[in-house]
């Protein structure tokens, strides 16, 4: 018999062992035959907006350096509009965004394909869509400041507070303020749904913002990049690991994890249904659920979605709404729902600039 057959007969067995015992399986426990082939393809091509996750990128390659990754970083609404283009024929191996709402709607719509990872029991519920969308993070969505212009006394703590600032102290923050633009940013979009869906007074907040003329930005690495050299001096929901990147090498940047209620929210990863090489997605989509891939995440200052995986450092703050990776979601992309809440915010940020879509612009 053929040592392929021998193979998939090892996976099998393995995989009865792990589950008679009931036990967690270290590393990426991977079936030998998808470990086999996706030596065999050697290589694995990613889309994502994930950019701080090299040094996760470099603990699989020392386990797997077989494999070579190639890594195209985009917005979400390109990453999007690459998948279905390409949907005819050979296309990314994982895709990977922040962009939740936008990646069960790519699922949805049948362009993943499943996989049933050997970590799907330890994962927490609301981390894992039809075998097909992996939340990979927990991660909190904050305030983000400039400890230099903004003094303790005009520092927000929760939403309530930020409202009477921008409402009491307008001056201070017109002009100095930035925001990802929900029109041109999916992740924008999602968070401004789910804080119109939580927060009472969101739309008396997104005013009060708009008061203020932000900058509405695509590109996280422009916001903080203004924030840290005092362009301005406060951005609202920003990703607490990729701020806390910038807070560990400049003390002039503060963040503020709100009180009354905060988001959290993951980076979810799919197989594309024609993935190239889809056995090496597989096994790095592994590698990202085990406990030793989890830890790598935690290593770079981002909380991992796993419950029995030591996080960052940041205590956990009370207020969490855990932003679940379903269907949901799709609520957020409903068309009429989608015109009313972009209707009402561009009428909150009338007059507001937009940065360029070119991220690498000032």
Same mark, same amino acid.
Not at 10 to 39: K, Q, Y
Not at 159 to 172: M, N, P, Q, R, Y
């Given at each position: 018999m053929s040592g392929a057959f021998w193979l998939a007969?090892?996976?099998? &067995? %393995?995989?009865?062992?792990?589950?008679?015992?009931?036990?967690?399986?270290?590393?990426?426990?991977?079936?030998?035959?998808?470990?086999?082939?996706?030596?065999r393809e050697g290589a694995l091509t990613i889309y994502t907006n994930t950019s701080l996750m090299g040094p996760v990128l470099e603990a699989f390659n020392r386990r797997?350096?077989?494999?070579?990754?190639?890594?195209?970083?985009?917005?979400?609404?390109?990453?999007?509009?690459?998948?279905?283009?390409?949907a005819g024929g050979p296309g990314a191996d994982l895709v990977w965004s922040s962009a939740m709402d936008v990646q069960i709607k790519l699922?949805?719509?049948?362009?993943?394909? %499943?996989?049933?990872?050997?970590?799907?029991?330890?994962?927490?519920?609301?981390?894992?869509?039809?075998?097909?969308?992996?939340?990979?993070?927990?991660?909190?969505? &904050?305030?983000?400041?400039?400890?230099?212009?903004?003094?303790?006394?005009?520092?927000?703590?929760?939403?309530?507070?930020?409202?009477?600032?921008?409402?009491?102290?307008?001056?201070?923050?017109?002009?100095?303020?930035?925001?990802?633009?929900?029109?041109?940013s999916g992740v924008a979009l999602m968070q401004l749904s789910s804080d119109v869906q939580i927060y009472p007074d969101a739309w008396r907040l997104v005013e009060a913002l708009g008061r203020t003329r932000p900058r509405l930005d695509t590109s996280g690495q422009r916001m903080m990049g203004q924030l840290a050299d005092g362009r301005v001096l406060f951005a609202y929901n920003m990703n607490q690991s990729y701020g806390e990147t910038w807070a560990a090498r400049d003390p002039d940047i503060g963040l503020v994890t709100p009180t009354d209620y905060h988001l959290s929210v993951s980076r979810v990863a799919f197989i594309p249904r024609n993935a190239a090489h889809p056995n090496a997605a597989r096994l790095f989509l592994d590698f990202l659920l085990s406990r030793e891939g989890q830890r790598a995440i935690a290593r770079i200052g981002v909380r991992p979605v796993r419950d029995d995986v030591e996080a960052t450092e940041r205590p956990v703050v009370a207020g969490v709404h855990v932003v679940r990776v379903g269907p949901a979601l799709l609520a957020?992309?409903?068309?009429?729902?989608?015109?009313?809440?972009?209707?009402?915010?561009?009428?909150?940020?009338?007059?507001?600039?937009?940065?360029?879509?070119?991220?690498?612009?000032?």
């Open positions: 007969l090892l996976g099998v &067995v %393995t995989s009865l062992v792990l589950a008679g015992c009931g036990e967690e399986p270290d590393g990426p426990a991977t079936a030998p035959r998808t470990r086999w082939a996706a030596g797997y350096p077989e494999i070579h990754i190639r890594l195209e970083d985009m917005n979400s609404t390109r990453m999007a509009d690459r998948v279905v283009a390409e699922i949805n719509d049948g362009y993943a394909q %499943t996989y049933r990872s050997p970590h799907r029991a330890a994962l927490p519920d609301g981390s894992i869509w039809r075998d097909q969308g992996f939340g990979l993070t927990a991660e909190p969505v &904050v305030f983000a400041y400039n400890r230099r212009l903004l003094p303790p006394e005009l520092t927000p703590r929760s939403h309530a507070e930020l409202i009477d600032l921008f409402e009491k102290h307008g001056e201070v923050f017109r002009g100095r303020t930035t925001i990802y633009d929900a029109e041109r957020n992309l409903d068309r009429m729902r989608r015109d009313h809440l972009l209707t009402r915010w561009n009428q909150a940020m009338a007059g507001s600039p937009r940065a360029p879509l070119d991220p690498n612009a000032p």
